[in-house]
């Protein structure tokens, strides 16, 4: 059975940082396309950054918004992906999803976590 389990959200004042783990289970990390996605109330869940890994190299990729201020990064060897998140703002405020879009062959598949609430307010 495939599980994302995230941790380490919580509340914090603007320009504070947090980090976020999210460990898989499964045969799913070492194959998948690793992510972290946000959705703030009555906004759509929106892509925060992505980490693929070829080869020995590890390519990370982020919404305009975080860059520059979020790091997302992966140890294969804990099957866990990590999102560092600097200089919050209030507008950072949503729920966080872990995201694994697992390629085997010509099948995609998405899997989620069940999200961590992120909460920047003074």
């Known amino acids: 059975q495939v599980q994302l389990v995230e941790s380490g959200g919580g509340l914090v004042q603007p320009g504070g940082s947090l980090r976020l783990s999210c460990a898989a289970s499964?045969?799913?990390?070492?194959?998948?396309?690793m992510g972290w996605y946000r959705q703030a109330p009555g906004k759509q869940r929106e892509l925060v950054a992505i980490?693929?890994?070829?080869?020995?190299?590890?390519?990370?990729d982020y919404a305009d918004s975080v860059k520059g201020r979020f790091t997302i990064s992966r140890d294969n060897a804990k099957n866990t992906v990590y999102l560092q998140m600097n200089s919050l703002k209030p507008e950072d405020t949503a729920v966080y999803y872990c995201?694994?879009?697992?390629?085997?062959?010509?099948?995609?598949?998405?899997?989620w976590g069940q999200g961590t609430q992120v909460t920047v307010s003074s």
């Open positions: 995201n694994a879009k697992q390629s085997l062959g010509s099948v995609t598949t998405d899997y």
């Open positions: 499964g045969s799913i990390f070492s194959n998948s396309v």
């Open positions: 980490i693929t890994r070829r080869g020995n190299t590890n390519y990370a």
